[in-house]
Structure formats: structure tokens, C-alpha cells
């Protein structure tokens, strides 16, 4: 049974949907905000809280802004893209605040995007059919990860990311083959991935199968983003599953050259990647620059320190540090993102970082040289016990903790009892969306 009332929305939730509060029941709302007034239903409660659904907006929230996006109340993607800028910035700002109460340190300003919108350089789409047959490609719809509505344009990215999806569409219809079923194993096309270099416009196309194609539809494929687009590159990749085995992915180069290049510059020094189909590369270009540079404001690197890059990807991190200090050691379990970071390392004359492949908590025990300044940047989880307890005894005189997730960075910071936070500097890398990124510099107290 649906319940419905006139709701006011105080307050926005972690994952970012605003939140009323009726009676003893709380109730999170997709694409609403702090402010507005409501008509909206929900089903099941549990433990007082339920789910809700927007009707309509009686009362705008000062909060907003004219909307940009055609899908902005269906896509899960960008739960702030009706926030006026400087509130997403602000309220940014407040969650870090929050979460760092407790600890005292010098907390600067969110660096805001420019731009804030078009700032990806990476975009993934998916396919799915529904039982009528009926296609879809594009964004998964909030609160319904299982459907995909079809995507027109997205102001995430640039133009070019829309007409090739479009003409991928067209195509897709005309070829007689289905989206993949993950329930049922079956289904050929899974994924449309496009990647661009902001400062080299270099374009890379790449669509996953869970099946091999035949020529004939390949060529197609070609085609369709060809007619559109002049890219440098177009990629099928096969994913190959089979129960009981490790995922193969099994890349085959249908037009131009098998990776793109991106530049990054970074205190007027310039850093050239390559960026395969399978790389990981940060997808704010620009804000990455701003990231790695305030990184090195922070962390006063000097020619005689031994530095830790752990969780480094690529080694993108260390690169940046490299021409500041005597050596860099970096770990990575991607082998993948070691075997890019070694030839990024190569293409620039870098000879003084060495990259490793396996897990921190088991590698960084064995590294030749102690370290005087340790970066980490690691997954969403954060570290593990095992890893702070070996770098406390380490004891660099400073850690540099980047993350893309202030919650558990802020509760792993507390277990590091030696160490004093002086410095925090958030950046906004992903602007309409919840996400953060964060910097805190530790120093060794005893």
C-alpha cells in the first residue's frame, strides 16, 4: 500500500537524496532538496525509514537551479544536478567539517571545478533490452540499478560522447543481436565506453561483448562511429566468462592505434600518458592537475627524500613527485595499471620511480629504502590495519592521505596514533554528483 502526504525536505542524505521527516518516520526522496515542498508516496517502512518517490514540487528550493539535463529526474547519476554550483560546494564543505570535528587541523577551502560541466574524460553506457524487446542504451535510472533508460545527451562529457552513443544506437538496432542477460548468460552487447585526452583530443571508442562478433558486424560498428565522429581509436573487447574461471578480457583493434595520449601539467612541468582500453586515468583531467599539484604544495618534498606510493595505479602520483625527490617506490595490485605506470615512466625519462605489482599489506613490508614522506590513495574502503600498523612503525616524518572517500579516511586518520593531522584540502574532481576528494597531511608527533 503507497502512502502520500506534502513533505518539506530539510536536509540531504549521504547518498545524496533529500531527506523529510514526518511524524517518526524518515523519508529520502530522489532529486529533491533542502527547502522545497513536496508531494511525494512511499511504500514500506523499516525501522523508520522508507524510500520515496517525487510526485511534485509545490515550493522551489532557493537552492535550485534551471535544470540543464533532459534525464535530471530519472539518471542516478547526478543526484546535485539542480544545486547551484556554489551550494554543491558548500555543501560539500559542511559533510567535510562534520566528519573532521573531532580533529584538529587546518581545514582550506573546496577547489572548484573549471569547468564544471563536460569535465569527464571517461564515460561508460550500457545496453539492455526489457521483454518486449524494447532497447536501451545509456544511464542507470536511481533507485533501479537493474534499468537503463536511453541516454540523449549528457553534460558530463563532451558532445562528441552523445552523437557517438546515438549512432552506436542506430546501429545496435540494425544489427539483429541483443544486450546481454546477466540472469540468463546470455546476449552479446554489454558495454559502450568512450575516452577522450582533454588536452590532446584524442578520442578512444571501446564496445564489450560477451560473445565474438563477426566481421561483417564489426565493420558495421566502425562505421556507425566513424559517420559521426573522426576518433583515434575503436576497440571490441571481448569479456569472456566462464563459472569457476577468472574473467578474460580479450581486447581486438578494429581502427587506429590500441591507446590514446593525455597530457597532465603539473607546476609547469608536463606529463604525457598512454591510456589503454583497460587504464586507469583520473576522469577529471583538470581537476587532477589541481589535485597532484596542491598534493605537492602540501607535502614540501625535498631531493633527499625516499617516498611510498601506495595504492599508485599507474604511478601517476609518483611521476609528479619524481623530479622533487631522490626515489619513488610504488605499489599497485592492478598488474595491468604497473605494466601502463612502467611505460608512462618510460615515455617521460623517468628513472627514478620503481613500480611493483601485488597487495600493500604484503609488499610494503619488503621495499629496500625507509621512507620519509608515505602517500597513500587508496579504494573507497580505505586502508587496512595491517598496513597503518607496519607504516606507524616505519615512522616517516610525514603521510600524505588522498581518497575519494572522507569517511573512512577520517577513520583510519584516528588510528594513527602517532601522527597529527595538520592539513586538509578537499577538491571537487566530480562536480553534481556526491562524490569528494580529499587531501590530509599527517605529521609524526613523536
Not at 569472456?240 to 592505434?257: A, H, S, W
Request: with cysteine.
Amino acid at each position: 500500500m503507497l502512502n502520500q502526504a506534502e513533505l518539506s525536505i530539510t536536509e540531504i542524505s549521504q547518498k545524496g537524496d533529500g531527506v523529510a521527516h514526518l511524524n517518526n518516520l524518515c523519508i529520502e526522496i530522489p532529486h529533491t532538496l533542502p527547502g522545497d515542498v513536496i508531494k511525494a508516496h512511499w511504500g514500506r517502512k523499516r525501522k523508520g525509514f522508507a524510500k520515496g518517490r517525487l510526485e511534485e514540487i509545490l515550493t522551489l528550493s532557493p537552492l535550485r537551479g534551471e535544470p540543464k539535463c533532459p534525464h535530471s529526474r530519472i539518471c542516478g547519476g547526478c543526484h546535485f544536478h539542480e544545486m547551484l554550483y556554489t551550494h554543491q560546494l558548500r555543501h560539500k564543505e559542511k559533510i567535510l567539517q562534520e566528519l573532521f570535528q573531532k580533529l584538529p587541523l587546518d581545514i582550506l577551502p573546496i577547489v572548484p571545478a573549471d569547468p564544471y560541466w563536460q569535465y569527464r574524460n571517461k564515460m561508460e553506457f550500457t545496453f539492455s533490452q526489457n521483454r518486449a524487446n524494447t532497447q536501451f542504451l545509456g544511464l542507470m535510472i536511481a533507485r533501479a540499478q537493474n534499468y537503463v533508460f536511453n541516454l540523449e545527451h549528457c553534460h558530463l562529457a563532451a558532445p562528441w560522447f552523445s552523437k557517438v552513443l546515438l549512432a552506436v544506437k542506430e546501429f545496435w538496432g540494425k544489427s539483429g543481436l541483443s544486450a546481454f542477460d546477466p540472469p540468463r548468460n546470455s546476449g552479446t552487447f554489454r558495454t559502450l565506453t568512450l575516452r577522450e585526452g582533454k588536452r590532446t583530443d584524442e578520442k578512444m571508442v571501446i564496445l564489450t561483448v560477451a560473445e565474438e562478433i563477426i566481421s561483417s558486424h564489426a565493420e558495421a560498428f566502425v562505421q556507425a562511429v566513424l559517420s559521426v565522429e573522426n576518433v583515434t581509436s575503436i576497440i571490441i573487447r571481448w569479456q569472456k566468462t566462464e563459472k569457476g574461471v577468472p574473467t578474460q578480457f580479450i581486447d581486438t583493434l578494429l581502427y587506429g592505434r590500441p591507446y590514446i595520449q593525455e597530457k597532465l601539467l603539473v607546476q609547469d612541468k608536463e606529463f604525457v600518458f598512454r591510456i589503454s582500453s583497460s587504464s586507469f586515468f583520473q576522469p577529471n583531467t583538470f581537476q587532477a592537475e589541481k589535485l597532484y599539484t596542491l598534493a605537492l604544495a602540501l607535502a614540501k618534498p625535498t631531493k633527499d627524500m625516499i617516498v611510498y606510493d601506495l595504492y599508485c595505479g599507474t604511478g601517476t602520483i609518483g611521476m609528479f613527485f619524481s623530479p622533487f625527490v631522490k626515489k619513488v617506490y610504488g605499489i599497485e595490485s592492478n598488474e595491468e595499471a604497473v605494466a601502463n605506470g612502467k611505460e608512462n615512466l618510460q615515455e617521460n625519462r623517468i628513472s627514478n620511480v620503481v613500480l611493483y605489482s601485488g597487495m600493500v599489506e604484503k609488499l610494503v613490508e619488503t621495499l629496500p629504502e625507509k621512507p620519509d614522506l608515505v602517500i597513500v590513495d587508496p579504494p573507497r574502503c580505505g586502508l587496512d590495519a595491517q598496513t597503518i600498523s607496519y607504516l606507524m612503525k616505519l615512522a616517516p616524518k610525514k603521510i600524505l592521505y588522498i581518497s575519494c572517500n572522507p569517511k573512512t579516511q577520517v577513520r583510519d586518520i584516528e588510528l594513527f596514533s602517532s601522527y597529527r593531522p595538520i592539513h586538509m584540502q578537499p577538491v571537487d574532481q566530480f562536480p553534481h554528483t556526491v562524490h569528494i576528494e580529499n587531501i590530509v597531511l599527517l605529521d609524526l608527533i613523536f
